[in-house]
């Protein structure tokens, strides 16, 4: 469904842009906006106009974080999520990766001020993102990790009896918050 939806955006895009340049017909030799700009030649860029940027090849922003994340370079994919976030505020699963990626760009770090700045940043996105969708049983889990790194073990265990609601009979989530919470991670 992805895929028909952003063929049928770039036919759009394409068909657009040569109405825009002229060369569609209209007989417009310049931008459709009443100011002459045209902002794909060095313009200021509006945010979804840099979004846009972010991703030549026409795939998305949440793809291409998504796949960012799968070769492991988070600090690359923090502004491809943060643009689909963006796009979609209420997307959860963009704010659950988001997190993730602040989350493992934290653990790389070695300590100081820039891995705490984004150890907040994770949490206040897993909590975002538990906020849109309460069922993120890997935000829960992540959540309550960084809760005990923060040492608040009250918070953390909180995160566990919210994996205890969502899988009473057990899930790797909950086990590994569990086993962390015991002290044998």
Known sequence: MRALALGIFVVLTLSGAAI????????NNGSADSGGERPFNGNVFRQDE???QLDPEGTSPYETGLNLLKDRK??????HLTAAAARKPNDAAAWFYLGYAHHQLAESLGGGDERETETDTAMRNYRHALTLDP????????LGLLYLRRQDRDAAQGQAKALARLCPSSCEERARLDRALS???
Do not use: L, T, V, W
């Not at 825009?20 to 007989?27: E, L």
């Not at 988070?74 to 502004?79: K, Q």
């Open 20 to 27: 825009a340049d002229g060369s569609g017909g209209g007989g």
């Open 50 to 52: 840099m979004n846009q």
């Open 74 to 79: 988070y600090r690359e994919a923090i502004p």
């Open 135 to 142: 069922n993120i049983k890997a935000a829960h889990e992540y």
């Open 183 to 185: 002290g044998n991670p």
